[in-house]
């Protein structure tokens, strides 16, 4: 099976205001907060996230770890404080992974693993308060191992998504146990918040099987089951996928449903992935429109609202605005901010115009053919190859409303618009080429800037510096990779011209 590209697993937050909060380690040491109550300790907690948040690892780091060293000074005497420590540690870990401190992130996460080992070994289940315990801990084992996994490479990755799959599939199994307990003792209250943990865990098991999937269409790609073991992996992703969807829909439990994560299309554009991969274009393209149409109304209404919205009516590439002139404010507000990642809605785009382009080629296949073997896009296959393009265009659109500094969506834009000029023959095609060059003419720009920034680095590097291959080395790396994209708007660029 052929090797796919590997997305980013972690994509750095943007960064705000490093100086946002002030720090409160250069006036606290852990031998106060050691003496301190268990809500002083969630509130320097809270400052750590806050700051981890705004991209600030240098302070969140501190944070975490004053944290740390005052609880080992601590005695144990709740199951707050017992579960406390190792998510400080895992917290810890997660700095050092932020900052590229691959080797002491990896330590961190292994001994907040041996500390919720040992929490699950001491622990009984006799008690709800010790399923509880023992569920919360197997959830938090889970998320070390899913970290580990990320920052290893295959076999080792492989093993790390393995071990917090068992820990998932141990806590979803308690979970469901307690739901049918709370059933039989008519806790409806209390069943709403187990049946929203069953959708998260579930959510969580699907993300798991995916992940594995993408292993074994990258680093295990030439391993002999790969195909088998992505298909197997996704079946399973699907299955969880399946039943939060199914559940959501029950007309008995619909209304008490607030999962936001039962409508993710993460197992389905994982699915479009591998399909492309073998072949089967069509089958890809089916697939990938069903995982967009999952996140199509909130994509949508954030292409209206920066004027990116390619549909039907006086609402097609302009602005809505209130009747004071002021921009429409976004409705969807929950919708988006629960879309998925940044770097998962960049493949999400490059998927939809990659599928445009292979039923592109299959009805200019048809139309050369005498229509004896011809297969059938759709009706009208115009239309519907345009469907992609525009679909990918209000991903983009809703990538650009997040962070609009990003070379890669103005790029991705520019190949939609220009490849939208071959669906139709009327006059929206010169619009189209216009907005095409304009996106490309900024993607070029952007680079220009980067390059320049980069050539100012090696200007100002000292000689030990540039005598060292890994700093030096990536800089030159950088503007080579700068100087082929830079060639391939340019060329693209003179395609459009010698169309108009």
């Known amino acids: ?39 002083t300790l969630q509130k320097i907690m809270d400052q750590a996230d806050a700051a981890m948040d705004m991209s600030n690892e240098t302070l969140a780091l501190s944070l975490y770890s004053l944290l740390e060293e005052s609880i080992r000074l601590r005695s144990f005497s709740s199951e707050q404080s017992l579960l406390l420590l190792p998510k400080i540690i895992q917290k810890v870990g997660e700095c050092f992974a932020f900052v590229g401190n691959i080797e002491s992130a990896c330590d961190k996460f292994r001994e907040a693993n041996d500390i ?71 806790g409806e209250h209390k069943e709403e918040e187990l049946q929203l943990q069953v959708e998260e865990l579930r959510q969580r098991l699907c993300s798991a099987h995916c992940a594995i ?50 409508k993710s299309p993460e197992a389905l554009q994982a699915l479009a992935n591998l399909r492309l991969s073998q072949n089967k274009g069509l089958e890809g393209a089916e697939i990938i429109m069903e995982a967009y149409q999952r996140i199509q109304g909130v994509c ?22 209130t009747e004071e002139g002021e921009t429409k404010e976004l409705q969807d507000v929950e919708g988006a901010t629960s879309l998925p990642p940044f770097g998962f809605r960049i493949q999400t785009s490059k998927l939809l115009l990659e599928c445009a382009s292979i039923l592109q080629q299959q009805q200019q296949q048809n139309e050369s053919n005498d229509g004896n073997d011809a297969v ?22 809703s990538l650009m409303a997040e962070n609009d500094s990003v070379v890669e969506i103005y790029y991705l834009l520019g190949c939609a618009y220009q490849a939208l000029t071959a669906c139709d023959n009327n006059d929206s095609n010169n619009s189209y080429q216009d907005q095409a060059t304009q996106y490309y003419e900024q993607a070029l720009e952007m680079l220009q800037k980067n390059k320049e920034s980069l050539e100012e680095d090696i200007m100002g590097m000292d000689d030990d510096e540039e005598e060292d291959e890994e700093g030096c080395g990536g800089v030159e790396e950088q503007l080579e990779d700068i100087d082929a994209q830079m060639s391939d708007i340019q060329q693209r660029l003179l395609q459009l011209e010698q169309q108009s």
């Open 376 to 397: 059938m896009v759709d009706e009208d296959s115009s239309s519907s190859i345009k469907k992609y393009y525009t679909a990918a265009i209000h991903v983009l659109a």
């Open 116 to 186: 919720l080992d040992a929490a699950l070994q001491k622990n009984g289940t006799d008690t709800e308060n010790e399923e509880n315990e023992e569920s919360e801990v197997l959830e938090m084992r889970a998320g070390v191992f899913m970290y580990l996994g990320q920052l290893h490479q295959g076999q080792e990755a492989l093993e790390e998504y393995q071990n917090g799959i068992t820990s998932l599939e141990k806590s979803l199994e308690l979970v469901e146990r307690k739901v049918e307990n709370t059933n039989n003792n008519n």
């Open 300 to 321: 949508e209404e954030l292409a209206k609202l920066i004027g990116l919205y390619e549909g039907d009516g006086e609402e097609n590439n302009n602005k809505e605005v």
């Open 213 to 262: 999937a993408e292993l074994y269409m990258t680093d295990l790609c030439y391993d002999p089951d790969a195909e088998m073991q992505c298909e197997s992996n996704l079946t399973k992703a699907l299955k969880y996928d399946s039943l939060n969807n199914n559940t959501n829909n029950d007309d008995e439990t619909k209304t008490k449903s607030k999962c936001k994560t039962n």
């Open 1 to 39: 099976m052929g090797k796919k590209s590997k997305t980013n697993k972690k994509t750095p937050k943007t960064k705000t205001n490093e100086n946002a909060e002030a720090n409160p380690t250069n006036t606290i040491t852990a031998e106060t907060l050691s003496k301190a109550s268990f809500e």
